[in-house]
């Protein structure tokens, strides 16, 4: 069970540099705070891209559809996907009086015996957690009988926002999974993929590069995960948070109890690719490594450059706004750059001050209300492209400025090397379409010439 103290740790993490600066929590719950996803939707979206492992959502069926199959992360395991479908106890009136416990026994009995899955993970909610079933105990019970990891993820909504959530779910994994095996053979240099959820596919696009340095991927948390590998995460030598700062808890904490340092990168973009390359490879202070990797990213740009020369000449001197969450603030802005974007201001709604002090060294506007700031930028700086969640088409549409959607509903990625192609390619074909032009105007047929 998560107790008050722990939540405060989690909420005022220490090793963010504003944190110790500023002496302000990262993450803070404020009336509202859940209204952008609740803690329960933080921690099933970091802990979701598991697909042998099946999500059980022990509330009332109107939680699961918080995040219930709202990103696109991809998976190659072999065996049956779990994510698909939701698998939840319904708990009802007559539960909230008597507890919740029979109905989460039998719902986990019944999983066992019809689906066989490696694990099973058990989200704690709001209602569960009022009405304190203890879901502690009846894991272990059962864990010991049917003889498979039954993780309890005590996420109820009301204890904060969605970064929250995620470093719930961290510490659930490292407390009940990380350390429960061991691998045949140590990798020298072999690392975990932190906070990296392998969205249309954007993990793919960077680990077949790392491999070919010499770099292992012992495991991932979660994209593309698997409960096996993620149980031998003790054993790795380095972790890698990509991007998503929220997982940093995790990382202190496995520095403190197995010795793993750890290092923060993004794959976005060609500067902060071949960045995150150098990073990591110069964590193991290797020079035969370290002078593999120069070869490999001098290739790799080269045959980026390559394939870049006819977007670049369709989008010099175009200018955007940027209007996505999170780390996306500032690591999307520097891969439009790395394509020869102006980026003339990005959104921090919903970044952590650490992603807008990085942001503030990208870009020279930092909008805290987009929703009010964007369509006006827009006129002032007379940009061309808008890049942003779907429902921002609409500004696009009204101020008849290209679109294009880097948010969870994307449908390619735009990781490293190769998805920097696809967003120049997305961005050009966005630029080029005349819709974007002529939507809102008058049908030809309606127009008079009075
Ligand atoms: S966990 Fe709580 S806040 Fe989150 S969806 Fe369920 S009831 Fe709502």
Redesign the pocket.
Known sequence: MVNKKQIKELLNESTCSHNIEKKSSCNRAKPGA?SGG?A??GAQIALFPFADVIHLVH?PST?QG?SWETRESRTSYKGEDNTPLGYCTDINTNDIIFGGNKKLEDSIKYIIKHKNPKAIFVYE???TAMIGDNMDSLAKRLEKKYSIPIVVVHS???VGGKNLGSRLGGIAILEQLIGTKEPKEIHPYGINLIGEYNVTGDMWQYTPILEKIGIKIVSTLAGDGRIENIQQAHRAKLNVIVCAKSLVTLCKKMEEKYSIPYVSVSFYGKRDTSNAIRTIVGAFKDEKLSKKAEIVIDDEERKLEKKLIPFRKILKGKKAILNTGGNKSWSIASALQDIGIEVVATSIRKATLEDIDIAKKYVPILMKVPANEQAKLIDEHKVDILLAGGRSLYTAIKKRVAFVDVNQEKKVSYGAYNGLINLAKNVCNAVNNPVFKVVGTTAPWEKTND
């Open positions: 859940t609740c329960f939707e509330a939680c918080a909610t709001c209602v109820p909504g009301f």
